[in-house]
Nanobody, 123 residues
Framework: QVQLVESGGGLVQAGGSLRLSCAASGRTFSTYAMAWFRQAPGKEREFVAV????????NYADSVKGRFTISRDNAKNTVYLQMTSLKPEESAVYYC????????????????WGQGTQVTVSS
């Protein structure tokens, strides 16, 4: 069982930056691929970024490549999402997710989810 708690969301102006954090419980954190998804009102939850259990492989949605960076610190049981050059259309609730094994980009492939953290980008 893994419990995830996100933090770091807030209000930022367009073009600004935020860093999200996701703290995980459990001693097997290093065996889980960790991902970030986001969901805007009235829209489907969508993939943002994923990092492999060892932190050596990452994958990003095309819309965030070059602006967002996912990373993890297995010693701290924490995964991060550094977001730069934020756009108003990226306002959403951002969710951290975990799955045992290899990284995936599909919502249904993830077993554990945090409660989400709101990111609002003003124009």
């Amino acid at each position: 069982q893994v419990q995830l708690v996100e933090s770091g969301g807030g209000l930022v102006q367009a073009g600004g930056s935020l860093r999200l954090s996701c703290a995980a419980s459990g001693r097997t954190f290093s065996t889980y691929a960790m991902a970030w998804f986001r969901q805007a009102p009235g829209k489907e939850r969508e993939f943002v970024a994923v990092v492999s259990w060892g932190g050596t492989r990452t994958n990003y949605a095309d819309s965030v490549k070059g602006r967002f960076t996912i990373s993890r610190d297995n010693a701290k049981n924490t995964v991060y999402l550094q977001m730069t050059s934020l756009k108003p259309e990226e306002s959403a609730v951002y969710y951290c997710a975990a799955r045992y094994g290899f990284e995936r980009v599909v919502v249904d492939d993830y077993d554990y989810w945090g409660q989400g953290t709101q990111v609002t980008v003003s124009s």
